[in-house]
């Protein structure tokens, strides 16, 4: 069978599971080896070293849903961000970052950068312009993330493959809001394509992990940073993620379209001010989402209208969690202002789109009439708190 002729549930199903030569069992084993005996090969097995029986299976499971060369595994998504930046710069380089990016690599980018020497500059906004201008005689990488958190603003691939092509730039993309099901960026000329496993490859809430996907060559030189740096991943969570990812095609798909039923649902409700998701048609990015995206995912934000307490809101969910990850199986909510942006004053917030009454959320594999009828019950209550209040 020819991997590019197959569907992305079968690829997610079989490809690079390993084959049971001993006793014919229907899934990977699991080895948990630390030591391999010594043979007369270049690399040797080694849990730090990335290749291990398992985490090379699911290397190659990665690499075929990136539509790439190679894939890896890492011990969690920083490891994975922090090893491919690292990979890529050394003192006196410079990178060109997107305006909004996780929270972790902009510590990372932020707090660590200076010690090293490497320089970089924030973009203003998600527009050609916003990164071009940025560029400078030695900027060596160009980093994004799209959709971006928790605004789900897009930024075009196509635009960034070609600034990078034209300045000799390498292109490095988080890829973890999309997913590998929703989104290929390598198809639109990106280099590099970095997950978050813990949020929808894991998708189940239990498992952190990270995973890269690129060219031979550039893995080469990330395998070589990633050993010195040491963030692998246990073979036994490498098993465990493989079991996740059987079903990250369902269950993407499934994320989806409750977020889409979810989104549209609430832009009618009269105490919504705004929904941020890029599969309704009044994204101001729509036409762009359906260029590059299959799926929309299962990630939206909204704003409430300013007389509703967000909080008091969030408490009277009853199905959907409060929690500051996503990509579950289960619902979860968060408030922005109240926690990743915490740090920053209001007019930073402001300054950034984060509204207090913003509150973005992960849409679970639920049914969906019980996850509107959670928010409905939701609205209701804070809406009648209130009006006792007046
Ligand atoms: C969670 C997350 C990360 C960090 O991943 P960890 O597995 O927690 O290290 C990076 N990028 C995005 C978009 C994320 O949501």
Request: glycine share 8%; with cysteine.
């Amino acid at each position: 069978m020819q991997l590019k002729k197959i569907g992305v549930n079968t690829l997610c199903a079989h490809v690079g599971e390993i084959k049971d030569e001993q006793f014919h069992g229907a899934i990977s084993p699991l080895y948990m080896s630390s030591s391999y005996a010594y043979e007369d090969v270049d690399v040797k097995r080694y849990p730090r070293y990335y290749n291990t029986p398992n985490q090379e299976a699911l290397g190659k499971k990665i690499a075929a849903l990136e539509h790439c060369e190679a894939g890896m595994v890492f011990g969690s998504g920083m490891a994975a961000i922090s090893t491919a930046l690292l990979a890529f710069l050394k003192q006196g380089d410079h990178v060109v970052v997107q305006k909004t990016i996780y929270g972790g690599a902009y510590n990372f980018i932020t707090k660590e950068f200076p010690k090293y020497g490497i320089d970089f500059d924030f973009t203003d906004g998600f527009n050609e312009n916003d990164f071009r201008s940025k560029i400078k005689s030695n900027t060596k990488v160009i980093y994004i993330e799209t959709p971006s958190n928790p605004l789900m603003e897009l930024t075009d691939l196509e635009m960034i493959s070609e600034i990078a092509k034209e300045h000799q730039l390498i292109s490095m993309i988080d890829n973890t809001f999309a997913s590998p099901i929703n989104q290929n960026p390598g198809d639109f000329g990106i280099d590099i394509m970095i997950h978050s496993a813990t949020k929808y490859m894991g998708g189940h809430s239990d498992i952190c992990a990270g995973a890269i996907a690129t060219s031979k060559e550039y893995m080469n030189i990330i395998w070589q940073e990633g050993i010195n740096l040491g963030g692998s991943l246990s073979d036994y969570t490498v098993w465990l993620l493989e079991r996740s990812m059987k079903t990250m095609g369902l269950r993407v798909k499934a994320h989806n379209r409750n977020a889409k039923k979810v989104a549209k649902w609430l832009v009618t409700h009269p105490l919504i001010k705004k929904v941020h998701y890029p599969g309704l048609r009044t994204h101001p990015d729509y036409a762009l989402a359906k260029k590059q995206m299959k799926g929309y995912t299962g990630m939206l934000s909204f704003e409430l209208i300013p007389t509703i307490d967000a909080d008091a809101f969030v408490k009277a969910l009853i199905l959907i969690k409060p929690s500051m990850s996503l990509a579950g199986v289960e619902s979860t909510i968060v408030s922005p202002a109240k926690t990743s942006h915490a740090l920053l004053s209001k007019e930073e917030r402001l300054q950034r789109g984060i509204e207090d009454g913003l509150l973005r959320l992960s849409v679970g594999i639920e049914d969906k009439k019980d996850l509107i009828a959670d928010l409905e019950q939701a609205f209701e209550s804070v809406s009648k708190k209130q009006l006792q209040n007046k």
